[in-house]
C-alpha cells in the first residue's frame, strides 16, 4: 500500500467503475462489495461479473460472505484461482436479516470458535493472504471484539477492518473508537480503524486515537472520492486541500458513469448512477430540480445532457455573481 487510507467494501456501489475512480484518488487499497459464496459456487452469471477487477485498481480486496465453510472454501478456492485480486477478504460485518438468517456476516460475532474454524479453512485452502472485516460486537452485551480479531489473527489472518459498531446498532450511534484501540494493542497483524470518519480530520483523528495501521472511509465517499484525497493529502503533509469546484464534481460524476456504462450496459448504468449522482450533486444549491431529471433519464445521451447543462448553468450563474462582485 502507498498510504494507509483504505476504500471500505459497500455492496451495490464498489464496482469496479467506482474503485477505480476512488483509486484515481489515491486509495491506498481498495475493498470491492461484499459477493455471496453460493453465486461464485453456482457460477451465477451475476455474481461471476462482480469479480471483474481491473489492473489498474490493485492493491484490491475482494471480499466474499457466507455461512456454510464448504461453499466459502469453494468460493474463496474460485477467488485464488481465478481472480486478481490481491487480498481475499472474509465479510463478518454485514448486519442485514437475509445475511445473518445464512449464519453468515455479523452472526459470527457472537462465537470466535466459528471465526477460527471458518478462517482457517479458508487460509488453509488458498495461496492469496485472506483478512477479516467484522464489527466490534453482536450488540453492547456482546462485544467480543478483540477475542474476534484473536481468533481471526490464530487462523492465519493476514489483517483485520473493523468497524466500531455493534451489529445491533447497524448505522446508528457511534462507532466506538476506544475499542478499535484495545483490539490494535492485543493484535500484531495490520489492523485497519473504521467509522464515523467524515473529514481528513477524522481521519488522522482515529489513526493517533486507535493506533491503527490504516483508516478505512466508507459514507464520506461516496459521491466524493476528494475525501480519498483530501485525506492522503492530509495525512502527508497536514494540508487540508479545498472542496472541489462544481464543474470538477460534475466532470468525474461523468467519467464514474462512462465507466458503468462500460461495466453494465446502459440501462442498469443509467439506473445506478442515479443515486450515485445525488451523492455528487448533494450540497449544491438549487439541486433538486437536476435530481428530479436524473431520476428519469432513461438513457445514457439525457443523463450526459442533464449534468453537462449543469455544468454551464453554475458556470453562468458564478460569472453573473462574478460581475455583479466587480460591477
Ligand atoms: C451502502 C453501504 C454498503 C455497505 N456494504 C458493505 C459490504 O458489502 N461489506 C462490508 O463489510 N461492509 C459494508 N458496509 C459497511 C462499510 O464498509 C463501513 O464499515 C461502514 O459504512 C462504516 O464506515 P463509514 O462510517 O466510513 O461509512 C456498507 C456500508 C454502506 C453505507
Not at 449464519?103 to 477479516?132: Q, R
Request: aromatic residues 6%; negative net charge.
Amino acid at each position: 500500500m502507498d498510504n494507509r487510507v483504505v476504500l471500505a467494501p459497500m455492496a451495490g456501489v464498489c464496482n469496479s467503475a467506482f474503485r477505480l475512480t476512488v483509486k484515481e484518488f489515491g486509495a491506498g487499497l481498495v475493498y470491492a462489495e461484499m459477493i455471496s459464496d453460493k453465486g461464485i459456487v453456482q457460477r451465477n452469471r451475476k455474481t461471476l461479473d462482480m469479480l471483474y477487477i481491473d489492473e489498474r485498481e490493485n492493491p484490491l480486496s475482494l471480499q466474499i460472505f457466507g455461512g456454510d465453510k464448504e461453499t466459502l472454501v469453494e468460493a474463496a478456492q474460485y477467488v485464488d484461482k481465478y481472480t486478481n485480486a490481491d487480498i481475499i477478504d472474509i465479510n463478518m460485518g454485514c448486519p442485514v436479516n437475509k445475511i445473518i438468517k445464512c449464519e453468515a456476516g455479523a452472526k459470527w460475532l457472537l462465537d470466535p470458535n466459528k471465526i477460527y474454524e471458518m478462517v482457517s479453512a479458508v487460509v488453509d485452502a488458498v495461496d492469496k493472504p485472506v483478512s477479516c472485516k467484522m464489527r466490534i460486537g453482536w450488540d453492547e452485551d456482546h462485544v467480543y471484539a478483540v477475542k474476534n480479531a484473536q481468533a481471526a489473527e490464530r487462523a492465519g489472518a493476514s489483517a483485520i477492518a473493523m468497524h466500531g459498531r455493534t451489529r445491533l446498532q447497524m448505522y446508528e450511534g457511534h462507532a466506538n473508537w476506544d475499542i478499535l484501540k484495545e483490539v490494535k494493542e492485543n493484535i500484531s497483524i495490520p489492523f485497519i480503524g473504521n467509522g464515523d470518519v467524515e473529514t481528513p480530520e477524522d481521519a488522522k483523528r482515529l489513526l493517533d486515537h486507535t493506533g491503527a495501521d490504516g483508516v478505512m472511509i466508507g459514507r464520506a465517499a461516496l459521491g466524493n472520492p476528494w475525501m480519498i484525497y483530501r485525506t492522503v493529502e492530509y495525512l502527508k503533509t497536514g494540508r487540508l486541500m479545498p472542496e472541489p469546484p462544481i464543474r470538477e464534481k460534475i466532470e468525474v460524476c461523468l467519467l464514474h458513469f462512462e465507466r458503468l456504462l462500460m461495466l453494465k450496459g446502459e440501462n442498469i448504468a443509467v439506473r445506478e448512477m442515479r443515486k450515485h449522482a445525488s451523492w455528487y450533486l448533494k450540497g449544491l444549491r438549487g439541486n433538486g430540480k437536476t435530481r428530479n431529471q436524473i431520476n428519469q433519464a432513461e438513457t445514457a445521451e439525457e443523463l450526459r445532457a442533464i449534468l453537462n447543462e449543469l455544468v454551464l448553468e453554475t458556470e453562468e450563474s458564478e460569472n453573473d455573481s462574478f460581475s455583479i462582485q466587480i460591477g
